[in-house]
C-alpha cells in the first residue's frame, strides 16, 4: 500500500470528504423555527481531495454549491482520517474514536468483527434524543453491516462488500450515481419535512 505524508493525508481529506451541517430548505423555514432541535444532515464524499474544490484553493470554479456551503458555514482547514481505507475510517466518523478502540482495523468483509457492540454511535445517539435517524450509503466497505446500527431506515445502492481491495464486485451501476441517490434523497426530504430527523447520505462519487 503506498503510503501518503502527514500533509499530502490532511490535503487529500484521505478517504472521505465531510460536509456536516445543519439542514435548512425553502418551504421549511417555518417548521424549523418551530423545533428546538434543529435537522441534521451529514454528507460524505467518498474520497474528494480538498485540493480539488475552489473553496479549498483550486484555481478552477469546480464546487460552486459546496463553497456557497463553506461560505455560510464553518470550513476545517485542518482534517486528518484515522486510516487509509474506508472500514476503519468510517467506523471512526460514526464512533468518534480510534480504530485500536472501535475494533475494526483491517480492510473489513462480512464476517469479520463489526464495531464493539458496546462502542457508542452516531445514530443511536440522535435516535435516543428523539430524532428520526435514516442513512443513504452506496458503499458496502462502509455499509449497514458495519454501520447501520441504530437507523430507522438504511437504504444501500451497493450492499456487497468486495472480498479485498482489489477487487470490484458487480451489480447495478445506475444504484451508485450520485444523481440517482440524490433524486432518491430530495425524495425522502420530501416525505419527512415534518419530522425532526438525522439524514446521513454517502454518495460513492468521486471515489
Known sequence: MMKMNRTKRAKTCAVAGVLIFCWSL???AQQSAQREKPNVVVIILDQLRASRLHC??????????????AERGVR???????????????????????????????????????INKDVPMLAPDFKYHGYYTAAFVNNG?????????????????YAHAAINITQRVGGRGDLLRASTTADEVSDWLSKHRSQTFFLYVHFMAPH
Not at 89 to 95: C, D, I, R, V
Not at 144 to 154: A, C, I, N, V
Request: aromatic content about 16%.
Open 26 to 28: 425553502a418551504g421549511m
Open 56 to 69: 479549498y484553493g483550486n484555481a478552477r470554479d469546480t464546487s460552486p454549491n459546496i463553497d456557497r456551503l
Open 76 to 114: 476545517f482547514s485542518h482534517y486528518y482520517t484515522v486510516a487509509s481505507w474506508t472500514s476503519p475510517s468510517f467506523s471512526s466518523l460514526h464512533t468518534s474514536l480510534y480504530a485500536s478502540r472501535h475494533g475494526v482495523t483491517l480492510f473489513w468483509h462480512p464476517g469479520m468483527p463489526l
Open 141 to 157: 466497505l462502509a455499509g449497514k453491516q458495519l454501520t447501520g446500527r441504530g437507523f430507522d431506515e438504511y437504504h444501500e445502492g
